[in-house]
């Protein structure tokens, strides 16, 4: 054909297809000629000199894949062919394979053969441009690369192309990886056709896959291309080897075996690579290199071309692969390398191998195979020992699934004696309780468990036990110390018969001990034997002791025994390691601390010696020195621990806000735990335990380092917590936080510490708290709640109360005294006294509650919500925030349905106005006050806070610092009280309607306030009495109007009978101070209210008869002194009788009825008001003046003001008699007793002469003056105020008794336990228990000071004898029983009560050699006998020979 010149192309020249396509269009219309006569015409003018290579890129550029049709197409056309082939491209392929053709004729060879040739050709002109040692191609090489392909799959598509021919030729070339890659992802060359044509291409693939891992990508196309080039390949020989094929011919056989083997391969160089031992600059490349085949595993399980089963099948493979990798270790090489191979100190490659290969397992899967290794192959004992690690770690159900392994494999080697599942069972516990006890328990307790008891897997028969003991034996050599040490602390159980066997273990133990320089004997006093702690020095280890002693002598007050046993048996460590340790020079504080006191009981108890002593306190003083001078020891190593702890921190931090998986967080919660185990070893469990965590007030940590520790956690929960929470809600944030507070409770030193941060956090610097702070905190305040029993039990400070009095939270089944849980325990410290601690409260139980409810499941909402924080919500937001009064509180609201918490798809309101920074407070607290998962809860009998619960908190609230002004606190409390409470049902904590229960409760809340003070209290947050809500509560009970005498009287004696052994020192102390708290609670009320008034027809009268048993059965026991009501209970008493009269038709009537009940029924009061009428006549007459309109005193009460008058005459007259008015014996004496020892001048000589004026005819009088007296006498004994009072005492009651001994009246004082009626009975009643006992003392402090002549009187009176031996031995049991007074002498004339003893036995003989033998009967005689025959045997011998009548036999001699 012959062209124009102008149009002919140079052969250099080279122009697009395209081009000359849209050339020819140009200069010929479409119309003038057809598609076929142009596309013959273009391939004869190309024919004529024409480049394959070229000619493939220029028909690869108009692919759909990597090129555009051209311009000339229209969108329209475009559109309308797109289902159609290219015409271009139809073209191209065409032009291309016509060419070939040509060409292979002229070189006489297949077309398939020149295609190739021509392929390989440009592929290599590709790829050796530029750096053949280059990995990857480069951005250009690639790009004409897949423009070459797409080619060479057209030619494939037209059946003249080879893709095995290529493999062969370019296998001949050095091929590159990136470019099979390509070659495969374009369905060119498949993976079999590669290792089908050379036995070499699995060892070039390793190669290949080992310097592409190594590669270092300075882009990130590069670094993509090799991600998709390594995953890509790796995938298709997954498929490979481990898809089941439908072709069993040797060659396809063949094939998978090749894929295992790349992989297998590539896997020994990745272990390889982490257990090699380089140089800095070589290991950060391998690393890089078998970080980059790692993330290759996790790409494959993800990827969605390789199948599940395929996937599980290359999991099992690689998994055995690494447990079997090189066992090069013996089992006795990991028995003594075992601490070194936790999940912390494991390769974090390694951990994330085992974390992608086991992701398709479950746990019991897992260990079953992990069995199955380990019975049929060698392991390498650190990949097996790490991957239990690793899985105990990702895995929540690791440690029933690894007990229950354990179990089997124990039974297994009993069974059948099996040695190696029994080092398998040990090796894997060993491990299990290397990653702390938040995973597995200690290795102790395992051991214990196992073997501690007969029921142990050993304890079937003797052959059973010997084989223990032997393996046991065979581990001696090979075993760590702390092993050792668990095995003869804790040894296993051996029948009494077979404890030899158990010894010649036990010794062999201890000589490997002493091989190794560790002796028993040298052990710390509370060394963790527990073999999780790493080895501990022994400096370490005193210093561990020291602290756990004091910690000890902290909560008992008491030198522990394993201090006082070293101090004698293990004297050389207590010498040299333990008082070092405890007598660190340091500054001493002011005010001495637990340390100080602990030396001091040391110092006291002769441990210390004086010069060690001596040499401490000199130190202790240039401390203090050098620190005034500015010299300060710095903390060894404590800034980079603190430092590493920060930056775990915050990859914590980092990993929860980028979402990370489970996995990952579990992981870097190990390695926290890890950096904390050697930052504060542990105390051993068997010495800590399940502890009780002794909580002190202001108790600061010694440890600088561990205090910093602490705070580093607290400000790291807290930083995870909103940097969580940014991205989701509770509920969807997974279980880091639950996960983190088992790491605190794995550390419980680090754990003790921090719950003493809190506690004294909270009150101290709470309202200063941020947002954040109060969010953390709350939360982990829920978390430590949700641990349950993992959480050990706090005790509050000595003498706390219970919270219930406090907090208002302590559930009714704890010990009010004993233990509590920790978050009853903080909640606690969670004050609501003022205003500025009650809107902390708030903030705080807010965040809580939120927390909980968000967080939680509908079935577990008890398990993460604390009860007392939500009773303590439940009383504040009504307080704080009167809008919620019109829900009607928390009770009756039922819950709708349709809210689940923390269950929700959206985020609950609760949470997002929580952590909204525009929202107020008061918004967030109505959000959750009408959250219908929150009110649900007030359903439940533990979330119901109570009406005495409410009262409790109420009464603590200071009122001059109180939130409310007292109008809103008044109009708070009578909303709470009248229409929140009293209408409530009982079984919600209300009063059920009736207002005498309601006024129950507020009694008993009173009444608890005072005997249940909160001296855990710092002063500065302590409440005074006088500035409490008391008032304002007592007005509601005045308010209610039933509160009447018979009520409140009922009342008392209900607590009052709770302590009704009067033997029971404790038992007295506490009803002594019910009943002080009571009186201060009547002496509140109005003294009308205490005596009724009952209408008996038309008449109306006054009903004493409650308080005549209540003084009688009460008062009267804690009467100081005794037989005397204090002053303003007497008035108080008295006024409301005078009160209640007014109600009454005729008052004096009334009054003169009561007045005389009283003085029969209730003698204790009637002394006391002749006693005190000096202070009440212008009380009482005041008062019966202003309610009778100045009539006279009523008779009764005008004899109270006669018999006092009388008295005061008495005493002020030492010449004339006065008449003696017509009353009472026992109000004459009192109202003359009270006269007589009030201070006025007596003169001692006429005391006698004037009583003996009243002897004649007034004889009962001094009878009951006489007993005052001995009262007085005894309260000198039991509350001395010198020597003066016991003997003015005595004075005045010998005095009166010179004048009675004549008679038997005064006698009758001694018997108070007889049946026997007699007048002087009522001094029996008004007297305290304690005087009546202590009545024989009285008696022989008088008996021996009287003169002989009136001694002998004495004898001669009725009963005299009697009353002595019978008040001598009773004497004699007080003082055999302890229960004799003794008093710290303040003067060296005053006699001791112990001398009455030895006088009154001489007296007492003296009285018996005095007396007639007819003073007493037969049936007297013999009683006495009885009695002294066991007490004194002497005055029964006594007693016998002077008093038994005369033997007439003996007369009758004839």
């Not at 894929?259 to 390889?272: P, T």
């Not at 209640?1140 to 029924?1161: F, G, K, L, Y």
Request: some cysteine; aromatic content about 6%.
């Amino acid at each position: 054909m012959s062209l124009e010149p102008s149009s002919v192309l140079a052969p250099s020249q080279k122009t697009s297809l395209s081009s000359l396509l849209a050339s020819r269009a140009g200069k010929r219309p479409r119309e003038h000629l057809s598609g076929e006569e142009l596309q013959e015409a273009a391939i004869q003018l190309l024919n004529s000199n024409q480049n394959l290579s070229d000619l493939l890129l220029e028909v690869g550029q108009h692919s759909p894949k990597f090129g555009k049709v051209d311009h000339y197409w229209d969108s329209g056309e475009r559109d309308a062919f797109d289902h159609r082939p290219d015409p271009v491209q139809k073209t191209g392929a065409s032009f291309l394979l016509s060419e070939l053709k040509r060409q292979s004729q002229e070189l006489g060879v297949p077309v398939g053969v020149l295609s190739v040739k021509v392929v390989l050709e440009r592929v290599l002109e590709l790829t050796t441009e530029g750096d053949e040692d280059h990995v990857l191609l480069t951005s250009a090489q690639r790009a004409q690369l897949c423009v070459l392909l797409q080619s060479t799959r057209e030619l494939l598509s037209l059946g003249t192309f080879s893709p095995r021919l290529l493999w062969q030729e370019y296998w001949k070339a050095q091929p590159k990886l990136e470019v099979i890659y390509h070659l495969h992802a374009e369905n060119i060359l498949a993976l079999e056709d590669l290792f089908e044509s050379n036995d070499d291409v699995g060892s070039w693939l390793v190669k290949e896959f080992q310097a592409l891992c190594g590669l270092l990508p300075s882009q990130e196309e590069e670094e993509l291309t090799k991600q998709k080039i390594l995953s890509t390949v790796m995938c298709a020989l997954v498929r490979g080897g481990f898809e089941e094929a439908q072709d069993t011919a040797s060659s396809s056989r063949r094939f998978p075996q090749r894929c295992c083997s790349v992989l297998d391969n590539m896997l020994s160089w990745l272990l390889d690579s982490l257990s090699s031992s380089q140089g800095p600059q070589e290991q950060e490349e391998g690393k890089a290199a078998a970080m980059a085949w790692v993330g290759v595993f996790e790409a494959c399980v993800s990827h969605a071309s390789v199948l599940g089963q395929a996937l599980r099948r290359f999991s099992t493979r690689s998994l055995t692969h690494i447990l079997t990798h090189c066992p090069r270790l013996k089992v006795s090489d990991a028995i003594a390398m075992q601490n070194n191979w936790t999940f912390a100190k494991t390769n974090p490659l390694l951990t994330s191998l085992f974390c992608k290969l086991c992701v398709l397992f479950s746990m019991e899967e897992l260990l079953s195979h992990l069995q199955q290794v380990l019975e049929t192959h060698e392991v390498n004992w650190q990949h097996v020992l790490s991957c239990l690690s690793t899985l105990l770690v990702y895995h929540s159900d690791g440690q029933p699934c690894l007990k229950e392994m354990l179990s089997r494999l124990l039974s297994l080697a009993f069974e059948v004696y099996d040695l190696e599942s029994m080092i398998t069972a040990f090796l894997l516990a060993r491990q299990g309780a290397l990653e702390g006890s938040a995973l597995f328990p200690s290795y102790s307790d395992w051991f214990k468990l196992a073997f501690g008891g007969a029921s142990g897997y050993h304890g079937n028969s003797k052959k059973s036990l010997v084989f223990l003991l032997k393996f046991l034996s065979d581990l001696v050599p090979f075993d760590p110390p702390q092993y050792l040490k668990v095995h003869i602390l804790h040894p296993p159980y051996v029948p009494a018969k077979h404890r030899a066997l158990l010894q010649e273990y036990v010794s062999l133990a201890k000589t490997r001990l002493a091989d190794l320089k560790v002796s028993v004997e040298e052990m710390g006093l509370y060394e963790d034997v527990t073999g999780a702690a790493p080895t501990v020095l022994p400096q370490h280890q005193a210093q561990q002791d020291v602290e756990k002693a004091i910690s000890l002598f902290e909560s008992t007050g008491k030198i522990s025994a394993m201090v006082m046993e070293a101090s004698i048996f293990r004297r050389p460590y207590f010498l040299s390691r333990f008082l070092p340790a405890l007598l660190t020079p340091r500054v001493l504080p002011v005010k001495a601390d637990a340390r100080m006191n602990f030396i001091e009981a040391l110092r006291r108890a002769d441990k210390i010696p004086s010069a060690v002593y001596s040499s401490y306190t000199d130190s202790c003083h240039s401390e203090s020195q050098r620190q005034q001078c500015g010299v300060v020891r710095p903390l060894e190593g404590s800034e980079a621990v603190l430092a590493v702890l920060r930056s775990q921190l915050q990859e914590l931090r980092r990993l929860l806000s980028s979402g990370a998986n489970h996995g990952d967080v579990s992981a870097q919660l190990a390695r926290i735990s890890d950096t904390l185990s050697g930052a504060s070893p542990e105390p051993p469990e068997e010495a800590v335990g399940h502890h009780v965590i002794q909580l002190q007030t202001g108790a600061l940590c010694s440890n600088e380092l561990q205090t910093r520790l602490v705070n580093a956690l607290l400000r790291g929960f807290c930083q995870c917590l909103l940097d969580a929470s940014k991205a989701n809600p509770p509920n969807r944030q997974g279980t880091w936080a639950a996960q983190f507070v088992k790491l605190l409770l794995g550390h419980r030193r680090l754990l003790t510490s921090l719950l003493h941060r809190l506690w004294d956090l909270l009150p101290q610097q709470g309202p200063s708290l941020g947002a954040a702070h109060v969010l953390g905190l709350a939360a982990l305040l829920v978390q430590l709640h949700a641990a349950g029993p993992l959480c050990p039990m706090v005790q509050l400070p000595s003498s706390s109360p219970t919270t219930s009095s406090s907090s208002a939270s302590s559930s009714s089944s704890l010990d009010p005294c004993g233990p509590l849980p920790v978050s009853e325990a903080l909640n606690a410290a969670l004050l609501s006294h003022n205003s500025d601690h009650m809107n902390f409260s708030l903030r705080f139980c807010v965040a809580a509650v939120s927390y909980g409810l968000c967080s939680s499941h509908p079935e577990g909402v008890q398990q993460c919500i604390p009860s007392g924080l939500y009773k303590k919500l439940v009383y504040l937001v009504p307080r704080l925030v009167p809008e919620a009064r019109a829900e009607g509180g928390c009770k009756g609201r039922g819950q709708p349905e349709h809210l689940q918490p923390g269950g929700g798809a959206e985020e609950p309101g609760v949470w997002s106005c929580l952590t909204d920074p525009t929202v107020t407070l008061t918004a967030s607290v109505l959000e959750l006050w009408r959250y219908g998962p929150f009110r649900s809860l007030q359903k439940l009998p533990a979330y119901q806070l109570s009406f005495p619960e409410w009262l409790a908190l109420e009464l603590r609230v200071q009122r001059s610092q109180d939130a409310l002004s007292d109008p809103q606190r008044q109009e708070y409390e009578q909303w709470a009280c009248e229409q929140l409470y009293l209408p409530t049902a009982l079984g919600q904590g209300g009063c059920g309607g009736d207002v005498q229960s309601t006024c129950t409760h507020i009694l008993n809340a009173v009444m608890d306030m005072s005997t249940r003070p909160q001296s855990w209290l710092s002063p500065d947050h302590s409440v005074p009495l006088t500035d409490t809500c008391l008032p304002d509560v007592l007005s509601r009970l005045q308010s209610s109007g039933r509160a009447d005498g018979h009520f409140l009287f009922d009342v008392v004696a209900g607590r009052c009978s709770k302590s009704p052994d009067s033997q029971d020192l404790g038992s007295e102390l506490s009803l002594q101070q019910t009943l002080h708290t009571w009186n201060r609670v009547i002496l509140a009320l109005p003294a009308l209210s205490l005596i009724p008034v009952k209408t008996e027809g038309a008449k109306r009268s006054l009903d004493c008869q409650p308080l005549i048993e209540h003084v009688n059965l009460y008062q009267r026991k804690v009467c100081s002194p005794a037989g005397l009501l204090p002053y303003p209970l007497t008035a108080h008493f008295l006024r409301g009788i005078v009160g209640a009269s007014m109600c009454c038709e005729r008052p004096a009537a009334s009054i003169n009825r009561a007045v005389s009940q009283i003085s029969q029924q209730c003698p204790l009061l009637l002394a006391s008001a002749g006693h005190w009428w000096g202070h009440l006549s212008p009380v009482l007459g005041s008062q019966w003046n202003r309610g009778s309109d100045g009539d006279f005193l009523p008779e009764k009460l005008q004899q109270l003001a006669d018999c006092h008058s009388w008295a005061c005459r008495w005493v002020s007259s030492s010449t004339s008699q006065s008449a003696v008015p017509s009353a009472p014996a026992l109000l004459l004496a009192a109202c003359l007793h009270q006269q007589w020892t009030s201070g006025l001048d007596i003169s001692p000589r006429s005391s006698p002469e004037r009583l003996a004026q009243l002897q004649q005819h007034h004889r009962p009088m001094l009878v009951f003056l006489l007993f005052f007296c001995m009262s007085d006498l005894l309260t000198a004994y039991l509350a001395p105020q010198g020597a003066e009072s016991v003997k003015q005492a005595q004075q005045q009651c010998c005095d009166i008794l010179t004048l009675l001994v004549d008679s038997a009246d005064w006698l009758h004082l001694f018997h108070s336990q007889s049946t026997e009626q007699n007048q002087y009975q009522s001094a029996t009643i008004i007297s305290t228990e304690e005087n009546n006992r202590l009545m024989p003392l009285a008696f022989y402090s008088l008996v021996p000071s009287l003169d002989a002549a009136v001694l002998n009187r004495a004898v001669s009176a009725p009963r005299f004898l009697y009353t002595a031996v019978l008040s001598y031995c009773k004497l004699l049991q007080l003082f055999l029983d302890g229960e004799t007074p003794k008093p710290r002498p303040v003067s060296s004339q005053q006699m001791d009560v112990s001398q009455v003893l030895s006088r009154a036995q001489q007296v007492l003989l003296k009285i018996i050699i005095l007396s007639s033998p007819g003073c007493l009967t037969h049936t007297q005689r013999t009683e006495l006998e009885e009695l002294c025959g066991e007490l004194d045997p002497e005055v029964a011998a006594t007693l016998s020979m002077q008093l038994s009548p005369p033997d007439l036999s003996q007369e009758m001699d004839f």
